[in-house]
């Protein structure tokens, strides 16, 4: 197990982003549970209008995707408020999403799952019960704004093991996260494609 103290005793807030179909929830699942901390599915939180609208093929765009960062947002700045720690799954695709979210925390990392397109459509059409369909992939993929070098983040390749994500993510030297039993990390690089 994992404890996730940051600056001043307060536990970290993370958000795994990347377009549809890239792993973030298995991967943000996973790091909650190594860190001890809920996970927020952030699909979850879409309204019932963008649903449709995805379920019918049709691309959100930002007008509807506020709200939804918003809640996000909330989520994130109450945790942040408890003291909490907290992994949230979000596309999270422009920079002023980001930006958003961490209004909420402005201590707030990112794990990016970054791939090959062929690979992540092929994720896509392979789950089932799912409402975003493969067709909407190219629109997220055009809207995608990498993470840039002031924000504090990681960017990992899909094509390894969601155990072996992890592992990078936990052995990055994030100040604050340390394995229990263990000495405490350093100063974490910031973007780094592993």
Known sequence: MINADGKHGKAMRWVVMGVSGCGKSTLGQALAHALGVPFVEGDQFHPAANV?????????DDHDRAGWLGTLQEQIGEARARGA???????????????????????????????ARELIAGRMRARAGHYMP????ESQLRDLEPLQADEAGVV???GIA???QLARILGRGWRGVRLRARHQSSLAPRTQVM
């Open 52 to 60: 449709a609208k995805m379920s019918a093929g049709i691309a959100l």
């Open 85 to 115: 720690g907290l992994v949230v799954s979000c596309s999270a695709l422009k920079r002023r999403y980001r930006d958003l979210l961490r209004q909420g925390d402005p201590a707030l990392r990112f794990v990016h799952l970054d791939g």
């Open 134 to 137: 493969p067709s909407l992939l």
């Open 156 to 158: 990992l390749d899909i």
């Open 162 to 164: 969601p155990a072996q």
